[in-house]
């Protein structure tokens, strides 16, 4: 079936430092990927719809300057946290629908810890 | 807003033992509703889903009912193996696109 892979799976940075997320569809165009956050505990929130060829739109309360969302191509979403800080610590998921079904796959996640 | 509430964990069972996972929901309209599995070190997968009300959305032994009366979509499953052992997420949207999800149960069975 269709795969989402997010790279890296877990990392480790100081506070101040920048972290790029990757998330690729692997068999499928995704003209649209889904970034959501999940903190200990609680259930996945939205932060940003990521669009192939045109900015991101951010959910509310999500800042677009923190959070930069790149949709390179039909296979491709990056996140990355600027400047990060201990509080941005959390498990960073994205999904994308597969044009041809609807149906939404998912990420392995990236767990981001911040010192 | 559309939220999801679902039954805190962490469940703890013996092998072969009755499942039941809560879910309610809190929605306008009719939205889908979905059951999301996560093993461990792996990204979500779909389960289960019903899309109208009275549907039961079946996979590898589970079951969930869409009741419209109630808002809820319980999980069950008639007799756990050690391999369900994963974090189980009920969710709902109206598009496929802005899926919300409730908090995840822990499901760990023990031979």
């Known amino acids: 079936g269709a795969v989402v892979s997010q790279h890296p799976s877990w990392v480790i940075c100081k506070s101040g430092t920048s972290v790029k997320i990757e998330c690729r569809s692997l068999d499928f165009q995704a003209t649209t990927m889904f970034w959501y956050r999940q903190f200990p505990k609680q259930s996945l929130m939205l932060m940003a719809t990521?669009?192939?060829?045109?900015?991101?739109?951010?959910e509310q309360g999500v800042e677009k300057d923190k959070f930069l969302i790149n949709h390179a191509s039909l296979t491709l979403s990056t996140l990355t946290v600027t400047s990060a800080h201990p509080e941005d610590s959390s498990f960073y998921i994205c999904s994308a629908p597969d044009r041809g079904t609807g149906e939404l796959f998912f990420g392995e996640g990236s767990r981001l810890t911040v010192l | 807003g559309d939220s999801v509430t679902q039954m805190e964990g962490p469940v703890t069972l013996s092998e072969e033992a009755f499942l039941t996972i809560n879910c309610t929901y809190t929605?306008?309209?009719?939205?889908?509703l979905f059951w999301y599995v996560q093993y461990p070190g792996e990204g979500l997968q779909l389960l289960l889903k019903a899309t109208k009300a009275d549907d039961k959305g079946s996979n590898k032994g589970f079951e969930a009912t869409y009741r419209k009366e109630t808002t809820s979509f319980h999980l069950e499953k008639g007799s756990v193996q050690v391999s369900d052992s994963a974090v189980y997420f009920c969710?709902?949207?109206?598009?496929?696109?802005?899926?919300?999800f409730g908090a995840g149960t822990r499901l760990t069975v023990k031979p």
């Open positions: 969710a709902l949207t109206h598009n496929n696109n802005d899926m919300r």
């Open positions: 990521s669009n192939e060829g045109s900015k991101a739109t951010y």
């Open positions: 929605a306008t309209g009719y939205p889908s």
